[in-house]
């Protein structure tokens, strides 16, 4: 994967307002305006937010009679949930190598 | 980006990780054991060589000199018999409080600076780091190079993941 790429999806999911409009969408398609009424913001600036998203790749938007429908693209997330569970195992492991060591240096101290 | 960080089903209880802002990753965990022999754990090269990175993979520790200045440098090798190396230096070390260092993986650009704090609380210990890149291109990119290693069994957990997200 291009790095540019990966990048484009950090950035987009770094801001609350996207990730609260990514987890509306995973529940399926929505329409703009039903995304912007929960949002405290103005509709221009949920526009602003959906465009980023369209950029990055994580949503779809299509136009039908006078609505502006927008639907998840989740292929740019597993890019970085692929990243994100690799580097939590490696914790992980060397955590409960980690522990089982503090264990017997426990059990040879006493 | 905090719930994709939850994926992890390796343990009772695993470590925290969170991306506070654009250019750290913090990392917490809570052990059961005093302070003093965690932090021994983190900075005696006989200890953190039995316990740091996947177990499949072997560690050495080529350089671990753990003073203000002093330069560390160990390397992983996996499997396949590739390896991976890291080098930094030492910046502070507070027995048994505090431990500052810069951290390099090599091939890859961009030095981080690492902060790892022990809390002792009940005779359990709570670890703290804070890994601060200088660019959050350099964040993203380290997290990014995780990815090659897991390609193969990572998927199993992702498909998992994806099915909550989608």
Redesign the interface.
């Known amino acids: 994967m291009k790095d540019d790429t990966l990048s484009a999806t950090f950035q987009a999911v770094a801001d609350p307002t996207r990730r609260t409009i990514l987890a509306r969408l995973a529940q399926g398609e929505a329409t703009v305006q039903e995304l912007a009424e929960p949002l405290p913001i103005s509709q221009p600036a949920v526009s602003k937010h959906l465009k980023v998203l369209e950029k990055a790749g994580l949503i779809e938007r299509r136009r039908e009679a006078q609505r502006r429908w927008c639907r998840l693209q989740a292929g740019p997330l597993r890019e970085i949930a692929v990243w994100a569970t690799e580097y939590q195992r490696y914790w992980d492991e060397s955590f409960e190598r980690l522990d089982e060591l503090l264990k017997k240096e426990k059990s040879a101290r006493q | 980006?905090h719930?994709?960080?939850k994926?992890?089903q390796?343990?009772a209880k695993?470590?925290s990780?969170t991306?506070p802002n654009?250019t750290e990753?913090r990392?917490e965990?809570t052990?059961?054991?005093p302070r003093d022999?965690?932090f021994?754990?983190y900075t005696d090269p006989q200890?953190l060589s039995?316990?740091?990175?996947?177990?499949e993979y072997k560690m050495t520790i080529e350089q671990m000199d753990v003073h203000p200045g002093g330069r560390w440098h160990f390397t992983h090798i996996d499997t396949d018999g590739t390896e991976y190396g890291f080098h930094g230096e030492f910046r502070e070390i507070v027995r048994p409080e505090r431990i500052v260092q810069t951290w390099n993986f090599e091939g890859m650009p961009g030095e981080s600076l690492q902060t790892a704090l022990f809390h002792e609380h009940n005779g359990r210990t709570t670890v703290t780091s804070i890994v601060k890149f200088e660019r959050?291109?350099h964040r993203?990119?380290m997290?990014?190079?995780?990815?090659e290693?897991?390609?193969n069994e990572?998927?199993d957990?992702?498909d998992e993941?994806?099915r909550t997200?989608?």
Do not use: C
Not at chain 2, 50 to 55: D, K, L, N, S, T
Not at chain 2, 143 to 147: Q, R, T, V
């Open positions: 980006m719930e994709v960080m994926a992890s390796s343990t695993p470590a990780i991306t654009d990753i990392i965990r052990f059961e054991a022999v965690v021994r754990a200890l039995q316990w740091m990175g996947p177990r959050k291109e993203d990119g997290l990014a190079s995780n990815m290693s897991g390609l990572g998927y957990r992702l993941l994806l997200v989608h």
